[in-house]
C-alpha cells in the first residue's frame, strides 16, 4: 500500500480509539497524539495491536522505540520500515 | 524499634535519582518530626496519595516510626471517590507531591483532614523520632472496592505484614530479588507488600518506575539489561505488551520473575520465560487480604500449566464444598485430591478485617480461615490449581474494578431507570468495562451529561468505554441480574458510538 492509503488508514484507526470526550481534530502529520490530547499514553499500545493485526508488523523481536508511535508521521515511517 | 531502617538502595531509573539507605533515613527522619509537629500521633491515620517514587516510601516508613497509619491510595481517584475514603477512614493528614485539586480543600476542612505537600516538608526538623506501638497496632490499609459507595479496606497489622514477609523469605530467599525492578503501583497489595517492601525492607535494591506506562513496558528488556534487574514481578497484561513491543534482555540477570493478579496460561508463561532468559517463572497466588502473594510454583521442576499455582507459602490451603463461613475448614465437607472447590486460606499474614465493616470481616473469616471466593483443587503433590472465580471483579490489566462501584455510580444518575455493568474481553488489558443502560430518554444531550456524571465520580480505568442501549435488562427467572447474561445480551447489539456522539457536542 501506498504512503497515502497507509495515512488514511491510520487517521481512520485513530479515529476510533481517541478520547471520546475529544472532538475529532485536524492533526498535523509532526504533532504529538498524546500531547494534543486525541488519545490517552495507554492507547499508544492499541496502536502497536493496530500495526500488528493490520500490517503484520511485529516488534517482538526488536522492541520499538515508543517515541516512534507519537506522531502520525513517525508511525508511517515505522509502516515504511518494517510493513 | 521493629520499623526496620535498615533498607535497601531506592532508585528511580527514569530520573536517575537515588536514595542510599543514610540518605533513607534522614528523609525518614526529617519527615517523621515534621509530621510530629502537625500532631500526628500514634493511631492516626495518614493517607498517601501519590506512589512510585522516593519520596513514598520515606512517607510511608515516617508515619510508621510515629505509630500511625498508612494509607496509600490511588493517585487518580477523583475527588469524589476521595471524599468517600476520607468519610470513613477519617485520615488525619493528606499527603501529596505538588499541587492539591482544589476541590479536594473544601472537603479536607469538613472532615478535619490536613493535606501537607512531601515536597515542602522543612529541611531543618531532622530529629530522630521515638517510636510508640505495638505489632499487634494497624499499619496498613489497602482500599480494594467500594470507593464510590462503601469502602473496602483491607487493615493489616505489622504483626501480619511482618508474617508474610517472614514466610516469603522462607520460601523465597533474597538472594533472586538482590536488585528488584516494581513496576506495579505502590496503592496496590502486590506491588507494595510483596514487590516492593519484601526486598527492599531486607537491604535489597529496588528500582521504582511509574505504574502500567507504555513507555516503560516498551523499554522492559533495555531496563532490565540497564540496571541489571534479578527479579520482576508484573500482571499478565503488561507481559502480552512487554512481549509484543519490548526487546528481550541480553544480559541474563534476571532470575526470577513473577506474575500475577490475574490468571496466566501455559502459553504466556512459557513466552516470558523465554522472553526473560530464566525458567523461574512463578505464577504467585496473592489476596490483598493475605498480605498478598501466598502460592507459587517452589517445590521444584514443573512444567507450565494452565492454572497451576503451586505450593503455599506460609499458608494452609484448604478446599471446601461449601463457602459458608459457617461451616469453615475443620467443620466442612473438604473437597477430595484434584476435586474442585472453594479455596480457603490460613496464614499468619491474614488482615485485621475490614475497616469499620465487621460485616464484611464475618461473611469472608471464620476461626482463621479466610474465604477466597476462588474456585480451585489440590493436586497429588499439594499444589494448588485455580479454576476460576465467584466474587466480581473486572480484571483490567492487572487493575481491578468491581462492577459494584460502577453501578453505584451509574445509577444515582437521574435518568437512569435501570442498567448493569460488566467486564468483556480485551485484547489489549484482558478485560474492559462495559455497560447496559436503560435510560429516561437516550438523547444525545442525556448522554454527554452521563459521561460528564461518570468523569466526575469515577477513576478513569473505571470508566465503561462500551455503553449498550437496552429496552431492559435481562434478568434470571427470580429477578436477578447475572452480568455474564448482560455482556452476552450486550454482544449481540451494537455499542453507542461514543467519540462521535461526545465529539459532536463539542
Redesign the interface.
Known amino acids: 500500500m501506498s504512503r497515502a492509503s497507509n495515512h488514511q488508514a491510520l487517521l481512520a484507526f485513530l479515529d476510533t480509539i481517541r478520547r471520546p470526550d475529544v472532538a475529532a481534530i485536524d492533526l498535523g502529520e509532526h504533532e504529538n497524539l498524546v500531547d494534543s490530547g486525541l488519545i490517552d499514553s495507554l492507547a499508544v499500545l492499541q496502536i502497536v495491536l493496530f500495526l500488528e493485526t493490520e500490517f503484520g508488523i511485529s516488534f517482538a523481536a526488536t522492541g520499538v522505540d515508543p517515541g516512534r508511535l507519537y506522531t502520525v508521521s513517525s508511525i508511517l515511517d515505522l509502516i515504511d520500515e518494517f510493513g | 524499634m521493629f520499623v526496620n531502617l535498615d533498607v535497601g538502595v531506592l532508585h528511580e531509573p527514569l530520573s536517575g535519582r537515588r536514595w542510599e539507605p543514610a540518605r533513607l533515613r534522614l528523609e525518614v527522619e526529617r519527615r517523621a518530626a515534621h509530621y510530629r509537629q502537625q500532631q500526628l500521633a500514634p493511631g492516626d491515620r495518614v493517607f498517601i496519595g501519590y506512589g512510585n517514587c522516593l519520596e513514598f516510601f520515606a512517607d510511608l516508613l515516617s508515619v510508621w516510626q510515629l505509630g500511625a497509619t498508612a494509607v496509600p491510595v490511588d493517585a487518580r481517584l477523583t475527588p469524589f471517590e476521595i471524599e468517600t475514603l476520607v468519610r470513613v477512614a477519617r485520615p488525619r493528614l493528606f499527603l501529596h507531591q505538588g499541587e492539591l485539586e482544589p476541590s479536594l480543600a473544601p472537603i479536607f476542612e469538613a472532615c478535619n483532614v490536613s493535606p501537607l505537600d512531601t515536597d515542602a516538608v522543612p529541611q531543618s526538623e531532622a530529629q530522630v523520632p521515638v517510636s510508640s506501638f505495638t505489632l499487634d497496632d494497624d499499619a496498613l490499609i489497602l482500599f480494594t472496592s467500594g470507593t464510590t459507595g462503601d469502602p473496602k479496606g483491607v487493615v493489616h497489622t505489622h504483626r501480619s505484614l511482618r508474617a508474610r514477609w517472614i514466610a516469603l523469605q522462607q520460601a523465597l530467599g533474597l538472594e533472586s530479588y538482590r536488585r528488584t525492578l516494581c513496576l506495579l503501583p505502590t496503592h496496590f497489595g502486590h506491588g507494595l507488600i510483596c514487590n516492593c517492601l519484601y526486598p527492599w525492607l531486607s537491604g535489597q535494591e529496588l528500582f521504582i518506575l511509574p505504574p502500567?506506562?507504555?513507555?516503560v513496558?516498551?523499554?522492559l528488556?533495555?531496563l532490565i539489561d540497564e540496571h541489571e534487574i534479578t527479579f520482576m514481578s508484573s500482571v499478565p497484561s503488561v507481559w502480552r505488551?512487554a512481549?509484543?513491543?519490548?526487546?528481550a534482555p541480553q544480559k541474563g540477570s534476571l532470575k526470577r520473575i513473577a506474575c500475577g493478579s490475574a490468571p496466566l496460561t501455559a502459553h504466556l508463561w512459557e513466552q516470558i520465560q523465554a522472553w526473560g532468559g530464566t525458567s523461574e517463572v512463578l505464577n504467585t497466588y496473592g489476596i490483598t487480604e493475605t498480605g498478598s502473594w501466598v502460592a507459587g510454583t517452589t517445590g521444584g521442576p514443573f512444567e507450565a500449566e494452565d492454572g497451576l499455582i503451586g505450593e503455599p507459602w506460609g499458608a494452609v490451603v484448604a478446599i471446601m464444598k461449601s463457602d459458608d463461613t459457617a461451616i469453615p475448614p475443620g467443620y466442612g465437607e473438604p473437597c477430595a485430591t484434584g476435586e474442585t472447590g472453594f479455596v480457603w486460606l490460613n496464614t499468619p499474614a491474614l488482615m485485621k478485617g475490614y475497616l469499620n465493616r465487621d460485616d464484611l470481616t464475618a461473611r469472608a473469616v471464620s476461626q482463621g480461615w479466610f474465604m477466597t471466593g476462588d474456585l480451585g483443587y489440590l493436586d497429588a503433590q499439594g499444589r494448588l490449581h485455580l479454576r476460576g472465580r465467584t466474587r466480581e471483579e473486572i480484571n483490567k490489566g492487572g487493575m481491578k474494578v468491581y462492577p459494584a462501584d460502577i453501578d453505584a455510580v451509574v445509577e444515582r444518575f437521574a435518568a437512569t431507570r435501570d442498567m448493569c455493568c460488566f467486564g468483556f474481553d480485551d485484547?489489549?488489558y484482558g478485560q474492559n468495562v462495559g455497560v447496559a443502560l436503560v435510560l429516561e430518554d437516550t438523547s444525545a444531550d442525556t448522554l454527554r451529561e452521563l459521561?460528564a456524571w461518570m468523569?466526575h465520580h469515577l477513576a478513569?480505568h473505571q470508566l465503561p468505554v462500551k455503553w449498550y442501549l437496552l429496552d431492559a435488562i435481562p434478568r434470571t427467572s427470580r429477578g436477578k441480574i447475572n452480568r455474564d447474561s448482560v455482556a452476552e445480551a450486550c454482544a449481540a447489539h451494537e455499542p453507542v458510538d461514543?467519540?462521535?456522539?461526545?465529539?459532536?457536542g463539542?
Do not use: D, E, V
Request: glycine share 8%; hydrophobic share 50%.
Open positions: 502500567f506506562s507504555p513507555q513496558i516498551m523499554r528488556g533495555a505488551l512481549l509484543k513491543t519490548a526487546r485484547p489489549l459521561h468523569k478513569a461514543l467519540a462521535n456522539m461526545l465529539g459532536a463539542r
